[in-house]
Structures are given as C-alpha cells and as structure tokens.
C-alpha cells in the first residue's frame, strides 16, 4: 500500500519550498485576522460561548489540511453551520449550557464518524455530477451572500435577522438613512486601499493591510470624536487554549442525534467538497472527493476531543485564502497554529478592530468570487448550462445555499440524462458528387 494513502500531505509536501513558504505564510497571518472576529460571531450564531468559534478553527483547520485534498480549503466554524446546528440543538437544550456545549461537541464527533464512512466507501466520486455551471452559480451565489450578510456592519446599522440574502438588502434599503457615516468611512477606506492594493501593489497582502488601515482609520474616528462615533468592534474573548473535551458516548446521545447528524453531515460534506473544486478549478489542482471527506470527518471528530463544534470549508476564509497567495496546505495549516498561538495573548485585545473594517475585507472577498470570465463563456456556450448557472444563482439567494448547491447538481443531472436517452444521429454517407466517394453528413 502506497503510504501516500494513509497520509495524503505527503503528496504535497515535496513542492513545499521557500517561495511556497513565504506566500503561505502570508496567507495564513491574514486568514488569522479575519478568523479572530468571524469565531466569536458564529459561536454566537450557534448559541455556545463566543470562545468556542475560535476553537473550531483551531484544531479542525489543521487536520482538514493534512488529511484532506484541497490545497487551499480551510475549514472551521460557518455561518450556515452554526445556524443549522443551533437549529437542531437548541430544541434539546438552552443555548449557551453545559449541556447545550456537550450536545454539540457529541453531534459534531458523530458528524465525523458518517463524513469518514462516506469517504471509506468511496462516494467521494459523487462530487464529479457538480458541474462547472453548477459551481459558477454557486459561487456568484454565496460572494451574494457575503456581501448580504456584512452590510449591517458597512452601514453601522441594526437589521432584523433574515432568512435569505434579498430580505436583508431589502431591509439595508430601507435602513439607508440610519447609516452610521462613521462606519461607512471606516468600511470605505477599507474596500478602497484594498481595490489599490491589489491594483498596483499586488505582491503585498492586499486585504491584510486594508484591514489594518480601517483598523487605524476607527481608532482615529475614535480619538477626534469620542464617545460619538457608535462604531461596532469584536467583542473580547477569554485568553485560553481550547480545553480537552469528551463526546457522550451513550445509545440516548445517539439516538436522539441521529437524524441531526445525517442532516448536518449532507450539508457540510456538500459545502466543503463544493467550496474545494471551485477552488481547484481555479487553480489547476485536481481534487480527490473520497480524500476531503475522510479530512473533514478526521477534523470533526478529533476536533469533537479540543472542545470544537461542527467545522467545515469555509467560503469566507477559502476564498481569502486563495486570494492572499496561498499555495499549499501549509497555509490553512499555518492558520490553525497561529490561532492556537495567538488567542491566549489578543483575545482581550480584539475589542479593538472594528467590524465596518472586517465587511469591507469581506466586501473585496465576495467581489473576487464572482467568475465573470466564466459566466460570459456559459452564457454564449449552452442553455441549459445557462439555465442550471441561473437557478443555482437564485436557490442561493432566494432559498438556502446547501439547496441551491443540491439542486443544481440534480438539474445537471437531469439534463445529462436528457441528452444521454435523446443522442443526436447524423447519417454519414458517400457524397454521390466526389469521386473518391468521401463520407458526408448531407448528400445533397
């Protein structure tokens, strides 16, 4: 047996050298700084303690990297995972309880074991039936999604939670005249040292140092006009490691877990594998379904043991990953590292960068996720590639990102099929009119 197999990062370890080194590097201390503030807010979401995001991003970030496919997938703490999980956990339990966190950390060691099982019995493969226009779509959908989501920190205003990514422009909208003009100034300086970064100065980390110039920016706002400015920050978490933990291993846990872990299993499986061919596609690599899935089970359920919840591949930070230079996993597993390394000493210190700043990084993240080459290549090559682009797009605004992913992959499927059971023939018979009786299509 190949012992590449067993530890697939020695497959990508041989083209680890000092360049790959120095943009991973780079990649991973800004993914770092986008993470500080994104765990506490999905811990949040998720109803656990705001400390246990960051754990999530920790442990799980650097397993994902050396056992799963994707060079540049980082998994940890979602959005939509939170969500989910709150959704499902909180009927069993007051968020925030100690019971509460070890029905979570027991669903997330669960939601590993059947994410590893997948990925034994080799459905990996079912990632191939997620066609190019499928993940088009779904990507320009979620970049929609991340901008849906940051626009109450960009205007420094409150909105009222919404379900879907249109509900929440629509609610921004109407909200327009409360913009707080100090968070616009903050988030604006953000997004317009980033776009000149990149523009002229692309061999810099572009989205760290706008991060870092909005973060200036707010702590002059602050000085000059004090106690007025009504600027948002992250709030400051306790400085410690994760702690050791333990699932509850009893058949009550179990049983009453179940369907839940299916459920969350499905969903995570499907944004991880999908976030890593969209990347992969983008930078040449070739993706191994059946790998990603033992990764993120392997992350989930060591995670589940360092007080973690459900992680997986992240839009946010894959996508800031990829775009800050990253390489190889080296980046994502630098991430993890630093985080470990880091939190006991800034967690205290995170109350100082302000969320306006961290929108307009995401602001640039979501702009650079939208494949306008790709999208103008479909729609002048197929209609029902355009079709299935369209509806994947539009699932994802107007219903939930793991349908619209769902969906268009079996509209994919259905028009394969259509095809395949309707092939078109072409008679080829010799042309009457040459003389050395060449085949041709029409022999009139």
């Given at each position: 047996?190949?012992?590449?197999?067993?530890?697939?990062?020695?497959?990508?370890?041989?083209?680890?050298?000092?360049?790959?080194?120095?943009?991973?590097?780079?990649?991973a201390?800004?993914?770092?700084?986008?993470?500080?503030?994104?765990?506490?807010?999905?811990?949040?979401?998720?109803?656990?303690?705001?400390?246990?995001?960051?754990?999530?991003?920790?442990?799980?970030?650097?397993?994902?990297?050396?056992?799963g496919?994707?060079?540049?997938?980082?998994?940890?703490?979602?959005?939509?995972?939170?969500?989910?999980?709150?959704?499902?956990?909180?009927?069993?339990a007051?968020?925030?309880?100690?019971?509460?966190?070890?029905?979570?950390?027991?669903l997330?060691?669960?939601?590993?074991?059947?994410?590893?099982?997948?990925?034994?019995?080799?459905?990996?493969?079912?990632?191939?039936?997620?066609?190019?226009?499928?993940l088009?779509?779904f990507?320009?959908?979620?970049?929609a999604?991340?901008?849906?989501?940051?626009?109450?920190?960009?205007?420094?205003?409150?909105?009222?939670?919404?379900?879907?990514?249109?509900?929440?422009?629509?609610?921004?909208?109407?909200?327009?005249?409360q913009?707080?003009?100090?968070?616009?100034?903050?988030?604006?300086?953000?997004?317009?040292?980033?776009?000149?970064?990149?523009?002229?100065?692309?061999?810099?980390?572009?989205?760290?140092?706008?991060?870092?110039?909005?973060?200036?920016?707010?702590?002059?706002?602050?000085?000059?006009?004090?106690?007025?400015?009504?600027?948002?920050?992250?709030?400051?978490?306790?400085?410690?490691?994760?702690?050791?933990?333990?699932?509850?291993?009893?058949?009550?846990?179990?049983?009453?877990?179940?369907?839940?872990?299916?459920?969350?299993?499905?969903?995570?499986?499907?944004?991880?594998?999908?976030?890593?061919?969209?990347?992969?596609?983008?930078?040449?690599?070739?993706?191994?379904?059946?790998?990603?899935?033992?990764?993120?089970?392997?992350?989930?359920?060591?995670?589940?043991?360092?007080?973690?919840?459900?992680?997986?591949?992240?839009?946010?930070?894959?996508?800031?990953?990829?775009?800050?230079?990253?390489?190889?996993?080296?980046?994502?597993?630098?991430?993890?590292?630093?985080?470990?390394?880091?939190?006991?000493?800034?967690?205290?210190?995170?109350?100082?960068?302000?969320?306006?700043?961290i929108?307009?990084?995401?602001?640039?993240?979501?702009?650079?996720?939208?494949?306008?080459?790709?999208?103008?290549?479909?729609?002048?090559?197929?209609?029902?590639?355009?079709?299935?682009?369209?509806?994947?797009?539009?699932?994802?605004?107007?219903?939930?990102?793991?349908?619209?992913?769902?969906?268009?992959?079996?509209?994919?499927?259905?028009?394969?099929?259509?095809?395949?059971?309707?092939?078109?023939?072409?008679?080829?018979?010799?042309?009457?009119?040459?003389?050395?009786?060449?085949?041709?299509?029409?022999?009139?």
């Open positions: 047996m190949n012992i590449a197999n067993i530890f697939p990062f020695l497959r990508w370890s041989r083209i680890v050298n000092r360049q790959t080194c120095r943009s991973d590097l780079i990649a201390f800004t993914g770092t700084a986008l993470m500080l503030p994104q765990g506490v807010a999905f811990a949040t979401i998720a109803g656990l303690p705001p400390q246990y995001g960051l754990y999530a991003g920790m442990i799980p970030a650097i397993i994902a990297a050396l056992f496919s994707s060079w540049h997938l980082v998994s940890g703490p979602t959005t939509a995972a939170s969500v989910i999980l709150f959704s499902i956990l909180s009927t069993h007051v968020p925030g309880t100690t019971e509460y966190i070890q029905l979570a950390i027991t997330t060691f669960m939601v590993g074991m059947v994410q590893i099982a997948l990925g034994f019995i080799r459905l990996g493969a079912l990632v191939d039936f997620v066609s190019h226009s499928v088009v779509g990507t320009a959908g979620a970049a999604l991340i901008f849906a989501s940051q626009l109450k920190h960009f205007l420094g205003i409150s909105l009222p939670a919404e379900a879907h990514a249109y509900q929440t422009v629509f609610q921004a909208g109407s909200h327009l005249s913009a707080n003009t100090y968070a616009l100034t903050v988030g604006g300086l953000t997004v317009f040292s980033g776009i000149l970064g990149s523009r002229f100065f692309p061999k810099i980390p572009s989205m760290l140092v706008a991060l870092t110039i909005g973060t200036v920016a707010a702590l002059c706002i602050e000085n000059f006009f004090t106690g007025a400015s009504n600027l948002a920050y992250v709030p400051s978490v306790p400085a410690s490691l994760p702690p050791l933990s333990m699932p509850k291993f009893t058949f009550e846990s179990f049983r009453t877990l179940a369907p839940a872990a299916l459920a969350l299993t499905l969903f995570a499986l499907t944004e991880a594998v999908s976030i890593a061919r969209s990347l992969a596609i983008q930078s040449g690599q070739h993706l191994d379904g059946n790998q990603e899935f033992i990764g993120q089970g392997l992350s989930n359920i060591i995670g589940s043991f360092f007080s973690s919840y459900v992680a997986t591949g992240s839009f946010n930070r894959s996508a800031l990953n990829y775009q800050a230079g990253a390489r190889t996993p080296v980046a994502a597993l630098l991430g993890g590292i630093f985080l470990l390394a880091i939190v006991p000493f800034v967690g205290p210190y995170l109350s100082y960068m302000p969320m306006a700043a929108a307009g990084v995401l602001f640039l993240v979501a702009w650079k996720l939208v494949d306008l080459h790709h999208i103008k290549k479909i729609l002048r090559a197929s209609r029902n590639e355009t079709l299935v682009m369209a509806i994947t797009f539009a699932s994802a605004i107007f219903v939930d990102l793991e349908f619209a992913i769902l969906l268009g992959v079996l509209l994919s499927l259905f028009f394969f099929l259509l095809d395949e059971t309707r092939p078109r023939i072409n008679s080829r018979v010799p042309d009457l009119h040459s003389e050395s009786r060449s085949f041709v299509t029409d022999p009139t």
